[in-house]
Protein backbone atom coordinates (compact mmCIF):
# COMPACT_ATOMS: atom_id res chain seq x y z
CA UNK A 1 0.00 0.00 0.00
CA UNK A 2 1.60 3.57 -0.86
CA UNK A 3 1.91 5.53 1.88
CA UNK A 4 -0.21 8.83 1.63
CA UNK A 5 1.72 11.98 2.02
CA UNK A 6 1.69 13.94 5.79
CA UNK A 7 -0.73 16.56 5.56
CA UNK A 8 -0.12 19.18 8.67
CA UNK A 9 -3.20 19.53 10.77
CA UNK A 10 -4.35 22.82 11.81
CA UNK A 11 -7.38 25.25 13.79
CA UNK A 12 -8.96 27.25 11.63
CA UNK A 13 -11.85 29.75 13.32
CA UNK A 14 -15.59 29.55 12.31
CA UNK A 15 -16.81 32.97 11.60
CA UNK A 16 -19.44 31.93 8.67
CA UNK A 17 -22.69 32.22 11.25
CA UNK A 18 -23.39 30.04 14.09
CA UNK A 19 -23.32 25.97 13.83
CA UNK A 20 -26.38 24.39 15.17
CA UNK A 21 -26.19 20.48 16.39
CA UNK A 22 -25.80 19.51 13.05
CA UNK A 23 -22.87 21.41 12.23
CA UNK A 24 -22.53 23.59 9.20
CA UNK A 25 -24.95 23.67 6.67
CA UNK A 26 -22.92 23.69 2.80
CA UNK A 27 -24.31 25.94 0.49
CA UNK A 28 -22.71 24.97 -2.70
CA UNK A 29 -25.45 23.55 -4.80
CA UNK A 30 -25.87 25.61 -7.96
CA UNK A 31 -29.10 26.61 -8.80
CA UNK A 32 -28.71 26.67 -12.76
CA UNK A 33 -32.59 27.04 -13.59
CA UNK A 34 -34.97 28.80 -12.27
CA UNK A 35 -38.41 27.18 -13.66
CA UNK A 36 -36.57 25.15 -16.07
CA UNK A 37 -35.22 28.44 -17.78
CA UNK A 38 -31.26 28.81 -17.56
CA UNK A 39 -29.77 31.31 -16.01
CA UNK A 40 -26.84 32.03 -18.04
CA UNK A 41 -29.71 32.41 -20.58
CA UNK A 42 -31.57 35.05 -18.15
CA UNK A 43 -28.62 36.94 -17.29
CA UNK A 44 -26.92 37.33 -21.32
CA UNK A 45 -30.42 38.24 -22.52
CA UNK A 46 -32.03 41.19 -19.56
CA UNK A 47 -28.22 42.27 -17.89
CA UNK A 48 -26.96 41.82 -14.77
CA UNK A 49 -28.28 41.86 -11.60
CA UNK A 50 -31.65 40.87 -12.91
CA UNK A 51 -34.90 40.46 -10.69
CA UNK A 52 -37.02 37.03 -11.51
CA UNK A 53 -40.50 36.15 -10.20
CA UNK A 54 -42.07 32.64 -10.92
CA UNK A 55 -45.57 33.02 -11.21
CA UNK A 56 -46.06 29.36 -10.98
CA UNK A 57 -44.38 29.57 -7.36
CA UNK A 58 -46.69 32.03 -6.48
CA UNK A 59 -49.78 30.16 -7.25
CA UNK A 60 -48.85 27.05 -6.05
CA UNK A 61 -48.34 29.21 -2.81
CA UNK A 62 -51.92 30.63 -3.05
CA UNK A 63 -53.46 27.88 -3.31
CA UNK A 64 -51.61 26.53 -0.47
CA UNK A 65 -52.56 29.25 1.62
CA UNK A 66 -56.44 29.03 0.94
CA UNK A 67 -56.99 25.59 0.91
CA UNK A 68 -55.04 25.80 4.73
CA UNK A 69 -58.09 28.19 5.55
CA UNK A 70 -61.01 27.28 3.66
CA UNK A 71 -61.13 23.37 5.27
CA UNK A 72 -61.00 25.37 8.60
CA UNK A 73 -63.30 27.97 8.46
CA UNK A 74 -66.38 28.61 6.00
CA UNK A 75 -65.67 32.19 5.09
CA UNK A 76 -62.23 33.26 3.86
CA UNK A 77 -61.01 36.34 1.95
CA UNK A 78 -57.39 36.99 0.95
CA UNK A 79 -56.39 40.55 0.47
CA UNK A 80 -53.18 41.42 -1.23
CA UNK A 81 -50.45 43.29 0.53
CA UNK A 82 -49.58 45.66 -1.72
CA UNK A 83 -46.92 47.10 0.24
CA UNK A 84 -44.88 43.41 0.28
CA UNK A 85 -44.33 43.58 -4.04
CA UNK A 86 -46.72 46.74 -5.65
CA UNK A 87 -45.65 45.47 -9.29
CA UNK A 88 -48.50 45.55 -11.64
CA UNK A 89 -48.22 41.75 -12.93
CA UNK A 90 -48.09 40.64 -9.08
CA UNK A 91 -51.00 42.32 -7.83
CA UNK A 92 -52.82 41.09 -11.02
CA UNK A 93 -51.48 37.15 -10.32
CA UNK A 94 -53.20 37.53 -6.54
CA UNK A 95 -56.38 39.36 -7.96
CA UNK A 96 -56.51 36.13 -10.66
CA UNK A 97 -56.48 34.33 -7.88
CA UNK A 98 -59.56 36.03 -6.12
CA UNK A 99 -57.80 38.37 -3.74
CA UNK A 100 -58.65 41.56 -2.50
CA UNK A 101 -56.70 44.65 -2.07
CA UNK A 102 -55.32 45.75 1.17
CA UNK A 103 -53.30 49.47 0.87
CA UNK A 104 -51.51 51.88 3.21
CA UNK A 105 -51.58 54.74 1.14
CA UNK A 106 -53.30 56.98 -1.85
CA UNK A 107 -50.89 56.09 -4.10
CA UNK A 108 -51.24 52.50 -3.28
CA UNK A 109 -54.88 52.74 -3.49
CA UNK A 110 -54.91 54.61 -6.82
CA UNK A 111 -52.50 51.24 -8.02
CA UNK A 112 -55.50 49.16 -6.79
CA UNK A 113 -58.47 51.16 -8.27
CA UNK A 114 -55.84 50.80 -12.01
CA UNK A 115 -55.54 47.15 -11.45
CA UNK A 116 -59.30 46.79 -11.90
CA UNK A 117 -60.02 46.06 -8.11
CA UNK A 118 -63.63 47.12 -7.49
CA UNK A 119 -63.29 49.98 -4.31
CA UNK A 120 -65.80 47.73 -2.36
CA UNK A 121 -62.99 44.93 -2.39
CA UNK A 122 -60.00 47.33 -1.14
CA UNK A 123 -59.31 47.57 2.43
CA UNK A 124 -58.01 50.89 3.37
CA UNK A 125 -55.05 50.18 6.20
CA UNK A 126 -52.75 52.23 7.50
CA UNK A 127 -52.30 55.82 9.98
CA UNK A 128 -51.92 58.62 7.00
CA UNK A 129 -55.13 58.61 5.14
CA UNK A 130 -55.40 62.47 3.63
CA UNK A 131 -58.88 63.80 3.72
CA UNK A 132 -58.62 63.43 -0.49
CA UNK A 133 -57.58 60.37 0.06
CA UNK A 134 -60.86 59.30 2.70
CA UNK A 135 -63.44 61.08 0.25
CA UNK A 136 -62.14 58.51 -2.63
CA UNK A 137 -62.57 55.51 -0.19
CA UNK A 138 -65.84 56.71 1.16
CA UNK A 139 -67.00 57.21 -2.60
CA UNK A 140 -65.86 53.74 -3.79
CA UNK A 141 -67.31 51.79 -0.70
CA UNK A 142 -64.05 51.20 0.58
CA UNK A 143 -63.35 49.28 3.82
CA UNK A 144 -61.68 51.67 5.52
CA UNK A 145 -59.46 50.93 8.70
CA UNK A 146 -59.60 53.58 11.43
CA UNK A 147 -56.27 54.02 13.03
CA UNK A 148 -56.46 56.80 15.54
CA UNK A 149 -59.31 58.93 16.82
CA UNK A 150 -58.18 61.48 14.50
CA UNK A 151 -59.24 59.59 11.97
CA UNK A 152 -62.36 58.96 13.14
CA UNK A 153 -63.57 62.34 13.61
CA UNK A 154 -61.92 63.30 9.86
CA UNK A 155 -64.61 60.48 8.73
CA UNK A 156 -67.71 61.64 10.49
CA UNK A 157 -66.98 65.03 9.12
CA UNK A 158 -66.56 63.73 5.22
CA UNK A 159 -69.67 61.67 5.69
CA UNK A 160 -71.53 64.33 6.71
CA UNK A 161 -70.69 66.51 3.45
CA UNK A 162 -71.27 62.89 1.00
CA UNK A 163 -73.91 62.11 1.95
CA UNK A 164 -72.84 58.45 2.59
CA UNK A 165 -72.30 55.99 5.21
CA UNK A 166 -68.64 54.73 5.41
CA UNK A 167 -67.69 51.58 6.13
CA UNK A 168 -65.38 51.03 8.56
CA UNK A 169 -63.48 48.92 10.62
CA UNK A 170 -61.03 49.45 14.14
CA UNK A 171 -57.64 48.48 13.71
CA UNK A 172 -56.63 47.07 17.55
CA UNK A 173 -53.91 46.61 19.08
CA UNK A 174 -53.37 44.15 22.13
CA UNK A 175 -51.01 41.89 24.25
CA UNK A 176 -50.62 38.41 22.41
CA UNK A 177 -47.63 37.72 24.65
CA UNK A 178 -44.89 38.67 22.15
CA UNK A 179 -42.49 42.06 22.59
CA UNK A 180 -42.36 44.89 22.02
CA UNK A 181 -45.66 45.02 21.19
CA UNK A 182 -46.88 46.81 18.26
CA UNK A 183 -48.78 49.34 20.00
CA UNK A 184 -48.34 52.46 17.42
CA UNK A 185 -51.12 51.40 15.11
CA UNK A 186 -54.75 51.34 16.36
CA UNK A 187 -56.54 51.24 19.30
CA UNK A 188 -55.70 49.23 22.62
CA UNK A 189 -57.13 46.44 23.82
CA UNK A 190 -56.43 46.30 27.44
CA UNK A 191 -56.76 49.82 28.06
CA UNK A 192 -60.11 50.03 26.41
CA UNK A 193 -58.99 52.53 23.81
CA UNK A 194 -60.51 49.97 21.78
CA UNK A 195 -64.45 49.72 22.96
CA UNK A 196 -64.19 54.06 23.57
CA UNK A 197 -63.62 53.68 19.57
CA UNK A 198 -67.05 51.25 19.64
CA UNK A 199 -68.71 52.66 21.12
CA UNK A 200 -67.80 56.46 19.50
CA UNK A 201 -68.71 55.14 16.33
CA UNK A 202 -72.19 52.87 17.30
CA UNK A 203 -73.33 56.51 19.09
CA UNK A 204 -72.46 58.57 16.34
CA UNK A 205 -74.78 56.54 13.66
CA UNK A 206 -72.97 57.96 10.87
CA UNK A 207 -70.46 55.09 10.05
CA UNK A 208 -71.04 51.52 9.19
CA UNK A 209 -68.93 49.29 11.53
CA UNK A 210 -68.50 46.23 9.42
CA UNK A 211 -65.18 45.06 10.54
CA UNK A 212 -62.46 44.63 13.56
CA UNK A 213 -58.78 44.70 12.40
CA UNK A 214 -55.43 43.39 14.14
CA UNK A 215 -52.24 43.30 12.47
CA UNK A 216 -49.90 42.13 15.12
CA UNK A 217 -46.37 42.25 14.26
CA UNK A 218 -43.69 40.69 11.46
CA UNK A 219 -42.25 37.70 10.52
CA UNK A 220 -44.43 36.22 13.67
CA UNK A 221 -43.02 32.41 14.52
CA UNK A 222 -45.54 32.16 17.18
CA UNK A 223 -49.01 30.67 16.15
CA UNK A 224 -50.04 31.14 19.77
CA UNK A 225 -50.16 34.71 19.49
CA UNK A 226 -52.55 34.87 16.51
CA UNK A 227 -54.90 32.29 18.54
CA UNK A 228 -54.93 35.20 21.33
CA UNK A 229 -55.43 38.07 18.64
CA UNK A 230 -57.94 36.11 16.70
CA UNK A 231 -59.68 35.30 20.41
CA UNK A 232 -59.58 39.25 21.54
CA UNK A 233 -60.82 40.17 18.33
CA UNK A 234 -64.08 37.66 18.06
CA UNK A 235 -64.69 39.02 22.21
CA UNK A 236 -65.05 42.26 21.07
CA UNK A 237 -67.19 40.76 18.09
CA UNK A 238 -69.46 39.26 20.47
CA UNK A 239 -69.82 42.43 22.67
CA UNK A 240 -70.74 44.57 20.22
CA UNK A 241 -73.38 41.97 18.97
CA UNK A 242 -74.46 41.57 22.42
CA UNK A 243 -74.82 45.23 23.36
CA UNK A 244 -75.65 46.96 20.18
CA UNK A 245 -77.48 44.04 18.06
CA UNK A 246 -74.95 44.76 15.19
CA UNK A 247 -73.10 41.68 13.57
CA UNK A 248 -69.56 41.77 12.75
CA UNK A 249 -69.25 41.24 9.26
CA UNK A 250 -66.14 40.44 9.31
CA UNK A 251 -62.78 39.82 11.39
CA UNK A 252 -59.47 40.70 9.91
CA UNK A 253 -56.41 39.29 11.37
CA UNK A 254 -53.53 40.93 8.82
CA UNK A 255 -50.65 39.28 8.07
CA UNK A 256 -47.15 38.74 9.59
CA UNK A 257 -46.70 35.17 8.48
CA UNK A 258 -43.04 34.29 8.11
CA UNK A 259 -41.29 32.71 5.46
CA UNK A 260 -38.58 30.26 4.77
CA UNK A 261 -35.96 33.09 4.94
CA UNK A 262 -33.98 32.67 7.98
CA UNK A 263 -33.37 35.78 10.37
CA UNK A 264 -29.64 37.26 11.33
CA UNK A 265 -28.63 35.25 14.62
CA UNK A 266 -30.66 32.79 14.26
CA UNK A 267 -29.99 29.46 15.69
CA UNK A 268 -32.01 27.31 13.09
CA UNK A 269 -32.77 27.60 9.45
CA UNK A 270 -35.96 29.32 8.54
CA UNK A 271 -36.87 26.35 6.36
CA UNK A 272 -36.54 24.61 10.19
CA UNK A 273 -38.46 26.44 12.30
CA UNK A 274 -41.07 28.87 10.63
CA UNK A 275 -44.89 27.16 11.33
CA UNK A 276 -46.75 25.76 7.98
CA UNK A 277 -49.37 27.75 6.61
CA UNK A 278 -51.75 24.77 8.25
CA UNK A 279 -50.46 25.93 12.16
CA UNK A 280 -51.21 29.34 11.44
CA UNK A 281 -54.80 28.17 10.25
CA UNK A 282 -55.49 25.88 13.20
CA UNK A 283 -54.85 28.70 15.63
CA UNK A 284 -56.66 31.15 13.92
CA UNK A 285 -59.81 29.50 13.01
CA UNK A 286 -59.98 27.82 16.90
CA UNK A 287 -60.37 30.68 18.09
CA UNK A 288 -63.09 32.35 15.84
CA UNK A 289 -64.90 29.10 16.31
CA UNK A 290 -64.53 27.73 19.94
CA UNK A 291 -65.27 32.04 21.26
CA UNK A 292 -68.88 32.99 21.84
CA UNK A 293 -70.00 34.00 18.99
CA UNK A 294 -73.10 32.64 17.28
CA UNK A 295 -72.19 29.68 14.56
CA UNK A 296 -74.88 31.11 12.51
CA UNK A 297 -73.64 34.67 12.56
CA UNK A 298 -69.53 34.08 11.62
CA UNK A 299 -67.79 36.95 10.41
CA UNK A 300 -65.92 36.76 7.26
CA UNK A 301 -61.75 35.83 8.11
CA UNK A 302 -59.98 38.42 6.24
CA UNK A 303 -55.99 37.47 5.78
CA UNK A 304 -53.60 40.42 4.92
CA UNK A 305 -50.91 37.85 4.17
CA UNK A 306 -48.14 39.18 1.84
CA UNK A 307 -44.25 37.95 2.71
CA UNK A 308 -45.34 34.47 3.30
CA UNK A 309 -46.68 34.19 -0.16
CA UNK A 310 -44.50 36.14 -2.73
CA UNK A 311 -40.91 35.46 -0.90
CA UNK A 312 -40.53 32.03 -2.49
CA UNK A 313 -41.04 33.44 -5.63
CA UNK A 314 -38.32 35.84 -6.09
CA UNK A 315 -34.93 35.30 -7.02
CA UNK A 316 -32.25 37.84 -7.58
CA UNK A 317 -29.66 36.80 -9.87
CA UNK A 318 -26.12 38.95 -10.61
CA UNK A 319 -22.24 38.48 -11.21
CA UNK A 320 -19.08 38.36 -9.08
CA UNK A 321 -17.13 41.63 -9.56
CA UNK A 322 -13.89 40.44 -8.04
CA UNK A 323 -12.39 39.02 -5.44
CA UNK A 324 -9.84 40.36 -2.40
CA UNK A 325 -8.04 39.59 0.88
CA UNK A 326 -8.98 41.59 3.99
CA UNK A 327 -6.42 43.11 6.08
CA UNK A 328 -7.45 40.00 8.43
CA UNK A 329 -6.84 37.33 5.70
CA UNK A 330 -10.69 37.04 5.33
CA UNK A 331 -11.65 36.20 2.25
CA UNK A 332 -14.20 38.82 0.07
CA UNK A 333 -16.36 38.33 -2.84
CA UNK A 334 -17.65 42.06 -4.26
CA UNK A 335 -20.56 41.10 -6.27
CA UNK A 336 -22.88 43.73 -8.55
CA UNK A 337 -25.76 43.22 -5.92
CA UNK A 338 -26.01 45.47 -3.63
CA UNK A 339 -27.95 46.25 -0.28
CA UNK A 340 -30.39 48.94 -2.81
CA UNK A 341 -31.64 46.30 -4.92
CA UNK A 342 -31.71 43.75 -1.52
CA UNK A 343 -33.13 45.83 1.13
CA UNK A 344 -33.86 43.04 3.45
CA UNK A 345 -29.81 42.03 3.63
CA UNK A 346 -30.49 43.84 6.73
CA UNK A 347 -32.92 41.33 7.98
CA UNK A 348 -31.75 37.84 6.26
CA UNK A 349 -29.02 35.54 5.89
CA UNK A 350 -30.03 34.65 2.10
CA UNK A 351 -29.10 32.13 0.57
CA UNK A 352 -26.81 32.84 -2.50
CA UNK A 353 -26.02 30.47 -4.91
CA UNK A 354 -23.46 29.39 -7.72
CA UNK A 355 -25.77 29.44 -11.19
CA UNK A 356 -23.44 26.56 -12.38
CA UNK A 357 -21.25 23.88 -10.75
CA UNK A 358 -18.34 24.56 -9.05
CA UNK A 359 -15.36 22.66 -6.72
CA UNK A 360 -16.58 21.22 -3.45
CA UNK A 361 -13.66 23.83 -1.58
CA UNK A 362 -15.53 26.57 0.44
CA UNK A 363 -14.36 29.11 1.98
CA UNK A 364 -15.17 31.89 4.85
CA UNK A 365 -16.62 34.71 2.75
CA UNK A 366 -18.02 37.90 3.16
CA UNK A 367 -20.10 39.26 0.45
CA UNK A 368 -20.32 42.84 -0.35
CA UNK A 369 -22.56 44.72 -2.77
CA UNK A 370 -20.86 47.26 -5.59
CA UNK A 371 -21.82 50.31 -3.73
CA UNK A 372 -19.41 53.09 -1.92
CA UNK A 373 -20.69 52.50 1.46
CA UNK A 374 -19.28 49.77 4.65
CA UNK A 375 -22.83 48.73 5.23
CA UNK A 376 -23.31 47.18 1.71
CA UNK A 377 -22.67 43.66 2.85
CA UNK A 378 -25.28 41.33 1.83
CA UNK A 379 -23.54 38.36 3.71
CA UNK A 380 -21.06 39.05 6.73
CA UNK A 381 -19.81 35.63 6.65
CA UNK A 382 -20.91 32.29 4.77
CA UNK A 383 -19.06 29.16 3.67
CA UNK A 384 -18.83 30.03 0.29
CA UNK A 385 -17.43 28.62 -3.08
CA UNK A 386 -14.61 29.64 -4.77
CA UNK A 387 -16.26 32.01 -7.55
CA UNK A 388 -14.21 33.85 -10.07
CA UNK A 389 -14.79 37.38 -11.63
CA UNK A 390 -17.70 37.06 -14.19
CA UNK A 391 -19.33 34.03 -12.42
CA UNK A 392 -22.96 34.46 -12.12
CA UNK A 393 -25.00 33.37 -8.22
CA UNK A 394 -28.39 33.50 -7.21
CA UNK A 395 -30.20 34.75 -3.88
CA UNK A 396 -33.08 33.25 -3.32
CA UNK A 397 -36.45 34.00 -1.73
CA UNK A 398 -36.00 37.87 -2.06
CA UNK A 399 -39.92 38.21 -3.53
CA UNK A 400 -41.25 39.99 -0.33
CA UNK A 401 -40.55 44.43 0.02
CA UNK A 402 -37.38 44.07 -2.42
CA UNK A 403 -39.08 45.62 -5.11
CA UNK A 404 -40.76 48.66 -3.21
CA UNK A 405 -38.01 49.43 -0.74
CA UNK A 406 -35.37 49.36 -3.26
CA UNK A 407 -33.50 52.70 -3.66
CA UNK A 408 -31.95 54.19 -7.11
CA UNK A 409 -29.01 54.93 -5.44
CA UNK A 410 -25.15 54.89 -7.20
CA UNK A 411 -26.75 52.55 -9.52
CA UNK A 412 -29.80 51.94 -11.75
CA UNK A 413 -32.13 49.76 -10.50
CA UNK A 414 -32.43 46.77 -13.24
CA UNK A 415 -34.96 44.46 -15.03
CA UNK A 416 -37.39 42.73 -13.60
CA UNK A 417 -39.05 39.61 -15.21
CA UNK A 418 -41.92 36.81 -14.49
CA UNK A 419 -41.41 33.67 -15.78
CA UNK A 420 -45.01 32.22 -16.69
CA UNK A 421 -46.15 29.14 -16.05
CA UNK A 422 -45.27 27.99 -19.60
CA UNK A 423 -41.59 28.93 -19.22
CA UNK A 424 -42.24 32.09 -21.25
CA UNK A 425 -40.21 35.71 -19.78
CA UNK A 426 -41.79 38.47 -19.54
CA UNK A 427 -40.18 42.08 -18.79
CA UNK A 428 -42.92 43.41 -15.97
CA UNK A 429 -40.48 46.33 -14.91
CA UNK A 430 -38.24 47.85 -16.99
CA UNK A 431 -34.42 48.81 -16.16
CA UNK A 432 -33.81 52.37 -14.98
CA UNK A 433 -31.92 54.57 -17.45
CA UNK A 434 -30.29 58.28 -17.59
CA UNK A 435 -33.12 59.54 -19.35
CA UNK A 436 -35.69 58.11 -16.87
CA UNK A 437 -33.60 59.97 -13.82
CA UNK A 438 -32.98 63.05 -15.24
CA UNK A 439 -36.54 63.85 -16.56
CA UNK A 440 -37.97 64.53 -12.87
CA UNK A 441 -35.26 66.45 -12.65
CA UNK A 442 -35.40 70.89 -13.27
CA UNK A 443 -32.21 72.89 -13.50
CA UNK A 444 -32.86 76.60 -13.17
CA UNK A 445 -31.81 78.90 -15.56
CA UNK A 446 -29.02 80.43 -13.73
CA UNK A 447 -27.20 77.27 -13.76
CA UNK A 448 -27.86 75.99 -17.29
Known sequence: MEKKPFERPFIKKLQAGVPSKFGMKSQAEPISHIDKVPVTELLAEYGSPLYVISEKAIRDKFTMARHAFTTRYPRVQFAWSYKTNYLDAVCRIFHQEGSWAEVVSGFEYDKALQNGVKGSQIIFNGPDKTDED??????????????????????????????????????????????????????????????????????????????????????????????????????????????????????????????????????????????????????????????????????????????????????????????????????????????????????????????????????????????????????????FPLLKKGDQFVIKRIGAYNMTQWMQFITLRPNVVLIDPKGKVHVIRKQENMELIRQQEVVPEHLK
Open 134 to 383: LKKAIENDSLIHIDHFDEMYSIIALSEKSGKRPKVAIRVNMDTGVYPMWDRFGFNYENGDAWDAINRIMINEKLDLVGLHSHIGTYMLSTSAYKIAAGKLADLAFGIERKYGVHIKYIDVGGGFASNNTLKGAYYQGSDTVPAMDEYADAITSAILNSAINPRNLPTLILESGRSLIDDAGYLLGTVIANKRLSNGNRATIVDVGINLLFTSFWYEHEVYPAAPVSEHMEETTIYGPLCMNIDVIREAIA
